[in-house]
């Protein structure tokens, strides 16, 4: 391994983690410095539903694709929505595989694995892509770091399958791609968009816990789906 | 501090727009300006998406995107630092506001399906909210809102309803009640103190459907109910809510708050109205900063509740036509009430056919919002229910019952546009009408003299069906009727004949009836005329949100039944309080 290949695994990632975290911080502290808005409403609805229970039924949306209309009418892009984050933690992951338990990727399965699992993210990237670029709709409501984090993540996946069986003897410019990569996308991400998991659980979690004094969350079924 | 050289050109509304955005911005409003990832899953959402084919102008996160690019410019520091690559824009000029108040009011009704619908929790129903309050904050607003919100502000209700025209419908109403049970123990009481259940209203109800007023008086007598309506403070809707306007949706609420504590009123029931329950149920305890001593329901709830308590008995074949709920996107969406109305529709008639979608994911009736003030968008407006229209014609039932006063005219629109063949209803209608009182009503006599004997009407509409479908229901209630097919026809025939009614279509070609309202009313020969407007066009509905200096003695909305119209016309000519 070269002085610049070890470099790149190692201090130029613990640098740009460093910063992200950072950054992370600022922007939580940026966000909570605005105050809450408060409820002083009695609680609606019927006894299935309450404040807390509505903020969990919010929160456990995401792994429940039949209850919103607008996932279970679109399961290609449910599905879709799945492999593209299971990429983007296998291919977090390996970052920190690679420098630091190598050994685990002597394991030829593992490694076919991983390889398949970042390579669907990667087909999705590119899907979304075409989707963005094609759709009226996406093309009306994309910004350009819409499209920016979109390829940078599609581009990340692809070097990601190649850096998964760490093997440089055949050269290293697919792993040095892969962790500049990397460090690029730790010190943007905070930047973009793709930091909106940062508010994810507080934009549920309001959402759901208003729903639920207002007796919607956890919605109630019965007999409603004949389109859906 | 000096003014950077932006902060100088720009107009002084869009500044204060800019400083007072940072002021409205709690958690809840940065969480969903800064959650969206631009999925596009919201986007088959809207109505007005799936109405429009081919136009993103109309998709939530674009329509959310004019107001956050605004968010992002000043207030979020990654598009203070790079506006260029998310988007991030500051407003400059009063056209900008302008094109802002032409997507926040006139392409959204706030019905927050988009919202329930967003995996991200962005809820852009209450982002666009918001927007309108800024905007609202400048003086930039549909004309229609600014008339109905000065009317909630002055008179205490959305409809400029007078107190003794307010009193005296329900003098009528109460009569009529009486005469109906053929008891005159049954009463509209008003201002008793320490009642089980104060009633609150729409104005709607008391200017346009006084129908549904008796009808709940009569649930309440039948169920023997310790109840009474304020005098004042009774209006349960808040035009705040679609304005944006907090201080408004506050002065509203606590007005009518306060009324029920002096009357020491239990409990506080809120007719069938969407928004009117959303905001005075949920909406106004934090406008107002009012911790509500009382308990509130819907009248909904109360009428199922009479039932499972035995307090009331239902003969469901007595509405046996095939029905079909639609529910308010404030009841559903934002209140939870989706099974009462059905368990109450299943034990009030026969032939219930559920609508698809439905509950919280049913379209919105193309009226929320507060869209039925703003007839400069009503053309969009109804392009946007066809959706809706599909939907409802899918259901092949012949009656749609809503629990809101807007979908009733909401939908009553879509339903004539489309030319469905559906009437729209609300539950205390259909319960009313089920009603079984052990008392047997008393068969009315025939009378000698007709509702109408002696009276003498000009009728003038240019629609040849409508014209003769008035004048001959009138005429068998004893008018003599005079046919006019323009304004300035029924201007000639009102001086040759002298009537002591005119009704006027609002649409009818020619001169504009406004115009004709206005020669009427100066005529000093004419002194005693009254004048009732009819109207069927939704489009012409500002005439009616548009004060004029003597307004008409009456408004009817087409389609009417004979019962209404008998009724209507009956009011405008003050006959309401004798016998028929
Ligand atoms: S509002 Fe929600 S669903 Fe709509 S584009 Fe944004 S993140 Fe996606
Ligand atoms: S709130 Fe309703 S009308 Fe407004 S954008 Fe969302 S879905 Fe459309």
Redesign the interface.
Known sequence: MSDFLHFSEHTLQEVALVFMACVYVTRIV???R?????????Q???GA?SPTKGFIY?WA??AMPWA????R??PS?YVQ?VLFHLGVTTAIGLSFVIPYAPALLENGLLVLILQIVIGLAFLVGVRRFIRRVS????????????Y?SLLLLTAWFFFAVLAVPNNSAGGEWHLLMYFWLTAFFLVYVP???IS?YL??P???????R??G????YP??R???A??? | MKKSTAEESRSHKAQVVVDRLGKK????????M?????C??????CHY?LSNP?D??Y?P??KA?RIRKIFKRHYD??GR??P????AKTVMTDEELEELKDISFGKCTNCRRC?????????FATMNRMTRGLLVSVGIMPEGVATVSKDQWELGNQMGVLKEDYLETLEWMEEELQDELDDPSAKIPVDKEDCAVVYSINPREAKYDPRTIGDAAKIFHAAGEDWTMPSDGWDMTNFGLFSGDDELGGAVARHLFDRVQELGGKKLVISECGHGYRST???A??WA????PFE?ESSVETMLRYVKEGRIKLDKTRNSKPVTFHDSCNL????????EP?ELLNLVCTDFR?M??????NYCCTGGGGAMSMSEYTPRRLKSGKVKAEQLKATGAKVVVTSCHNCVDGLTDVIRHYELDMEVTQLVNLVAEALVIEKPARVPTVVEDLPLAGRRIVVADDEPDQLLYLATVMEDYGATVYQAASGDEALTLVRKEKPDLVTLDLAMPGRPVTEIYEVLRSDSELEGLKICIITGRPEMRELIYQRMETPPDGYLDKPLSEDDLLRGVRKVLELSHQEV
């Open positions: 940026w966000f909570l605005f105050a809450a808005g408060k409820e002083r409403q009695g609606t609805g019927s539903t919010s949306n995401v919103m209309e607008s996932t009418t679109k892009l929505f759709d009226p709709y996406m093309r009306a409501i994309s910004t350009p770091d819409d920016f930047f973009s968009k909106h508010y994810y507080f934009t549920r979690f309001y959402f759901g208003s729903m004094y207002r007796g919607v919605i109630r019965v007999h409603k004949k389109t859906s | 911005l709690n958690r809840q409003i940065v969480g969903s800064v959650a969206c990832v631009h596009g899953l919201c986007t088959d959402s998406v081919g993103p102008t998709a996160a674009y995107d520091w990654t630092v790079f260029w690559l998310v988007g919202s329930l619908n967003c995996p991200m929790g962005v809820d149920r949920c909406e305890p934090n900063k009012y911790d509500v509130m559903a969406r934002s209140c939870g009430i989706t099974e059905r559920e698809y979608p439905n509950r919280e994911e």
